[in-house]
């Protein structure tokens, strides 16, 4: 008979697989995911396993379990984004739609028939409603008989009797485009569980294995989008900030993302260096996905025009740091003495970003200071001052707020999202080159 796995999504078996479990399907977990835990086997889910009489004796349970939401983002920043799984959904479609009624055969016709018509009419969010159905009815593909279940939707009944049992019939060629919009039909808060209990105790799995890890690993020789996204900064200051701060703000997404360590690879830091990184990636062929993000000031547009003449591959993203409200009448120190004036795109390295609470000395912002004049681009650019005093500030705060997370609702992170979150965005277009203008 063998022993399975389960994925489920909000209580619904979406998944199984013999002996071992689908590495796709563990990218969407991280080990710290990992529960080990005594439940009675009567607990197990009844759409798989009925109802179960366990004399009351517990069984070790092994799993990874995380939230709905949780797994959303983390697709999103994989390249899994509704858009791009909605142009996939499209393409496939006609695909399948093209087989059908290109296939000859009487008897296939007469099956095919109902079903084209059926997805001649459907979209992307068709199928989502479809999974709420099949979810609330307890409804599974393996004992499903029609005249049994009579009233369903057209498409439900499609899902139910395709032979695409993998995706439920939904159009799509991974996985995970499929997982990101059965997503849609579950509620942020429920949970995504891997039961690999069954294996374990067949030992297929130890106990103690980073089955994750270990799924992971088998897939990155081959597709880069498994592996870790490598972001480079313009130095070691802006890697620290941006690293730690991504573990604290956001952790179920801090493992899928690796940050240059300018201390061990010996690079020097700068726009310019980081432009001269950019262009030994792309001469050495690099696979993995890379950000390479810019300070939002003078020098680093400047920096960033030496890319003109290099052909960036699609896994290569260059960006900068994002404009910011509070730049945008900011004080500037100059020969007419403090004016406030807009200074994104001039002024704005890392520690413009580090919140209110840091940039107030006393009770009053520390003042940008303007330095050279870059004729290239007919701007100055501009520096705050004393930024070792700014940064000290900040980490600070952050090393509070690594001791409780309770006390991160009482600092001011939105110039660290805005970062973080142009890192999550970087692949859902299609631009090799993102700049604030």
Same mark, same amino acid.
């Given at each position: ?12 078996? !979406? ?20 529960? !080990? ?18 004399? %009351? ?93 009579? =009233? ?9 009797? #395709? ?13 995970? #485009? ?46 880069? !989008? ?28 801090? %493992? ?6 300018? =201390? ?39 920096a960033v025009r030496g890319l003109s003449k290099t052909t960036l591959r699609r896994n290569i993203i260059v960006s900068h740091y994002p404009k910011i409200e509070i730049a945008k009448n900011y004080p500037t120190q100059g020969p007419s003495g403090i004016v406030n004036l807009d200074v994104n795109g001039l002024a704005c390295s890392i520690e413009m970003y580090l919140g209110r609470d840091v940039l107030i000395d006393g009770d009053v912002f520390?003042? !940008?200071?303007?330095? =050279? ?65």
């Amino acid at each position: 008979m063998g022993s399975y796995t389960e994925l489920y999504l909000d209580n619904y078996p !979406v998944l199984s697989s013999k002996s071992y479990v689908i590495p796709e399907a563990m990218t969407i977990f991280r080990e710290t995911d990992k529960r !080990v835990y005594k439940r009675n086997s009567s607990k197990r889910n009844p759409l798989i396993w009925g109802d179960i009489d366990d004399n %009351g004796e517990a069984e070790t349970t092994y799993e990874y379990s995380t939230t709905v939401s949780k797994v959303i983002d983390r697709l999103e920043i994989m390249g899994f984004t509704l858009s791009k799984v909605e142009q996939e959904f499209k393409d496939k479609l006609e695909e399948i739609i093209d087989e059908m009624e290109n296939d000859n055969s009487e008897f296939m016709e007469e099956i095919y028939k109902e079903h084209i018509e059926t997805l001649k009419k459907v979209n992307v969010q068709s199928f989502i409603s479809g999974f709420s159905e099949i979810k609330a009815k307890k409804l599974m593909q393996y004992n499903f008989e029609a005249e049994k279940h009579k =009233g369903l939707s057209p498409i439900v009944s499609y899902m139910l009797s #395709s032979d695409n049992e993998l995706f439920l019939g939904f159009p799509c060629n991974n996985l995970r #485009s499929f997982l990101r919009v059965f997503l849609e039909s579950c509620p942020n808060d429920s949970l995504v569980i891997q039961d690999i209990t069954e294996v374990v105790n067949a030992g297929y799995y130890n106990p103690e294995d980073a089955v994750c890890e270990l799924e992971i690993n088998s897939l990155i020789e081959d597709f880069d !989008v498994n592996s870790k996204i490598i972001v480079l900064t313009e130095g070691s200051s802006d890697k620290d900030i941006l690293e730690r701060s991504l573990k604290l703000l956001y952790p179920h997404l801090h %493992g899928y993302y690796s940050f240059m360590d300018f =201390g061990i690879s010996n690079a020097s830091g700068g726009a310019s260096a980081l432009v001269t990184q950019i262009k030994s990636f792309v001469g050495v062929g690099i696979a993995n996905r890379v950000i390479a993000i810019f300070d939002n000031d003078t020098t680093a547009y400047s920096a960033v025009r030496g890319l003109s003449k290099t052909t960036l591959r699609r896994n290569i993203i260059v960006s900068h740091y994002p404009k910011i409200e509070i730049a945008k009448n900011y004080p500037t120190q100059g020969p007419s003495g403090i004016v406030n004036l807009d200074v994104n795109g001039l002024a704005c390295s890392i520690e413009m970003y580090l919140g209110r609470d840091v940039l107030i000395d006393g009770d009053v912002f520390v003042p !940008v200071q303007w330095k =050279g004049y870059d004729s290239s681009q007919n701007k100055y650019q501009g520096e705050l001052i004393n930024k070792a005093a700014i940064q000290k500030r900040f980490f600070t705060k952050l090393s509070e707020c690594e001791k409780s997370s309770k006390r991160i609702e009482d600092y001011d992170w939105s110039g660290i999202r805005s970062i973080l979150d142009v890192l999550f965005s970087a692949f859902h277009g299609q631009s090799r080159t993102k700049q604030s203008s």
